[in-house]
């Protein structure tokens, strides 16, 4: 049995004691910097204010994205688990609100760097966290890597985060691609859920979507969700540049609100979209976009 189907197997299924099975979402993109660890850390808030417990590991092994966002220094990491014996209860460094969070550190380059005995120790640390959350999020890191496609292949949700620039939606693909041609991947098995970053519009939102699904559906025979978009936002790049949470920083800024409805939109399976104040740089895309 290989290592994805192996995690596959302890994600979807309860424990022996019966223990509610957490829900475990798996945030991924096709490129980095387009925003994958703020949807993570804004998700888990937002999260928390709907009474949620949640615990994130973050598997983009060496970046550190998710302790320097919540400014924590974790005494313990992934690899102090793994090659030091320490329990997972032992590695969850706690953030804001309460959010539990497992670093990756810098000793883990890749499942496929781990031999059997140590995927086994993961994969039961993996089902311990149902005890602990309600729900799992795994921030991997980007791009098309064997280590990437393993989380995303084992997680029967993945919110997948892309932008409107052209060479963020061909990443996106190539993602989608080698995740639909993997002989791993189960068909309806995993729910993929496409996140617009950075637009300036609703309808530059629902674009970047239209353009991804059309070419999955007609080349991939596969289909994506369309969960939402998170608007291009001053409160949001100031909060990145002071490694601040915009959900906590300024929770009445667009972006802010656009991660609630986000969160909304995955709690209730429905698909409102966040309003957006239209600003000058929203009426020139609009224009721009009926002239396309």
């Given at each position: 049995m290989d290592?994805?189907?192996?995690?596959?197997?302890?994600?979807?299924?309860?424990?022996?004691?019966?223990?509610?099975?957490?829900?475990?979402?798996?945030?991924?993109?096709g490129k980095g910097g387009v925003g994958k660890s703020n949807l993570a850390v804004n998700l888990a808030i937002q999260l928390r204010k709907q009474g949620k417990r949640v615990i994130i590991l973050d598997a983009d092994f060496g970046l550190a994205n998710i302790e320097v966002m919540f400014g924590v220094i974790p005494?313990?990491?992934?690899?102090?688990?793994?090659y030091q014996g320490k329990s997972i209860r032992e590695v969850i460094s706690p953030g804001p609100m309460d959010i539990g969070f497992v670093s990756g550190g810098n000793g883990v380059l890749g499942l496929n760097n781990l031999n059997r005995d140590q995927i086994m120790l993961l994969v039961k640390s993996i089902s311990e966290l149902n005890e602990l959350a309600d729900v799992i999020i795994i921030d991997t890191g980007a791009g098309v890597?064997?280590?990437?496609?393993?989380?995303?292949?084992?997680?029967?949700?993945?919110?997948?985060?892309?932008?409107?620039?052209?060479?963020?939606?061909?990443?996106?693909?190539?993602?989608?691609?080698?995740?639909?041609?993997?002989?791993?991947?189960?068909?309806?098995?995993?729910?993929i859920h496409v996140v617009a970053n950075r637009v300036h519009s609703i309808e530059d939102g629902q674009m970047v979507y239209e353009k991804l699904k059309l070419v999955v559906e007609q080349f991939l025979n596969g289909n994506i969700n369309y969960l939402g978009m998170i608007p291009q936002d001053a409160a949001l790049e100031r909060a990145v540049r002071q490694q601040k949470i915009v959900s906590l920083n300024e929770p009445n800024s667009d972006s802010a609100k656009a991660f609630e409805v986000l969160t909304t939109n995955l709690l209730e399976g429905t698909h409102h979209l966040a309003p957006m104040r239209r600003g000058i740089a929203q009426i020139f895309s609009q224009l721009l976009n009926q002239r396309r």
């Amino acid at each position: 049995m290989d290592q994805a189907q192996q995690l596959r197997n302890i994600i979807k299924a309860k424990d022996q004691r019966q223990v509610k099975a957490a829900r475990v979402i798996t945030i991924t993109s096709g490129k980095g910097g387009v925003g994958k660890s703020n949807l993570a850390v804004n998700l888990a808030i937002q999260l928390r204010k709907q009474g949620k417990r949640v615990i994130i590991l973050d598997a983009d092994f060496g970046l550190a994205n998710i302790e320097v966002m919540f400014g924590v220094i974790p005494k313990f990491n992934l690899s102090s688990m793994i090659y030091q014996g320490k329990s997972i209860r032992e590695v969850i460094s706690p953030g804001p609100m309460d959010i539990g969070f497992v670093s990756g550190g810098n000793g883990v380059l890749g499942l496929n760097n781990l031999n059997r005995d140590q995927i086994m120790l993961l994969v039961k640390s993996i089902s311990e966290l149902n005890e602990l959350a309600d729900v799992i999020i795994i921030d991997t890191g980007a791009g098309v890597s064997d280590q990437v496609l393993e989380f995303v292949l084992a997680s029967p949700e993945v919110l997948l985060v892309t932008t409107p620039e052209p060479s963020s939606l061909t990443d996106s693909y190539s993602l989608l691609k080698a995740l639909y041609r993997n002989p791993n991947f189960i068909e309806g098995g995993t729910t993929i859920h496409v996140v617009a970053n950075r637009v300036h519009s609703i309808e530059d939102g629902q674009m970047v979507y239209e353009k991804l699904k059309l070419v999955v559906e007609q080349f991939l025979n596969g289909n994506i969700n369309y969960l939402g978009m998170i608007p291009q936002d001053a409160a949001l790049e100031r909060a990145v540049r002071q490694q601040k949470i915009v959900s906590l920083n300024e929770p009445n800024s667009d972006s802010a609100k656009a991660f609630e409805v986000l969160t909304t939109n995955l709690l209730e399976g429905t698909h409102h979209l966040a309003p957006m104040r239209r600003g000058i740089a929203q009426i020139f895309s609009q224009l721009l976009n009926q002239r396309r």
